[in-house]
């Protein structure tokens, strides 16, 4: 997976490689490039959650430079990574607030009752709320056809990426910001 990324962010950079490129030249050059570079940079390692992965991971990331990164995962052992920030879930006022504006029915007849079922089967996760929200919108579906698709099509849902979000997924695991 690094490998694809590396090449992804290579293309992007603008760095000349060849397309019969030996994966650990790819990834050894991209990270000379960010050490090297004067600008800043920011990496970002979303949805890492595939243990055998994160040795890849370990060795594409550069040790030196201006940059900065951000892993996402939900695997406890990113923690030997870098420092960790757990996002803890909302208060329950919170997560309605973000489930019905990102859902678009604030000032609908919404059920409190099947909202605190969502809310609750969610576990008041900011990210969970939102792409739930986001695809009740998008399906014109209800909170309670939503929980039938949760225990029914669960990682259907969980990849179901808004096309509003303001990151999109790539082939690998790392987007890179200039």
């Given at each position: 997976m690094a490998e694809e990324s590396c090449k992804e962010i290579s293309k992007v950079l603008g760095i000349e490689l060849s397309s019969k490129e030996e994966p650990k030249v790819v990834i050894r050059t991209v990270k000379?490039?960010?050490i090297n570079r004067i600008q800043?940079?920011?990496l970002i390692g979303d949805n890492a959650d595939d243990i055998e992965g994160l040795p890849d991971m370990r060795d594409f990331i550069p040790q030196f430079g201006r940059g900065h990164v951000i892993i996402t995962s939900r695997i406890f052992e990113t923690k030997r990574m870098g420092s960790v920030v757990n996002v803890w879930p909302m208060s329950a006022p919170e997560a309605t607030e973000l489930l019905l504006k990102s859902s678009g029915q604030i000032g609908d007849q919404v059920s409190c009752e099947n909202t605190k079922k969502?809310?609750?089967r969610l576990?008041?996760?900011?990210?969970m709320v939102d792409q739930?929200?986001?695809y009740v919108r998008q399906e014109h579906i209800t909170f309670p056809e939503y929980?039938?698709?949760y225990d029914s099509q669960p990682e259907m849902l969980l990849g179901?990426?808004?096309g509003i979000w303001e990151y999109r997924k790539t082939k690998g695991r790392f987007n890179c910001q200039n």
């Open positions: 000379t490039y960010l800043s940079w920011l969502l809310l609750d576990g008041y996760m900011p990210v739930c929200g986001a929980l039938e698709l179901f990426t808004p």
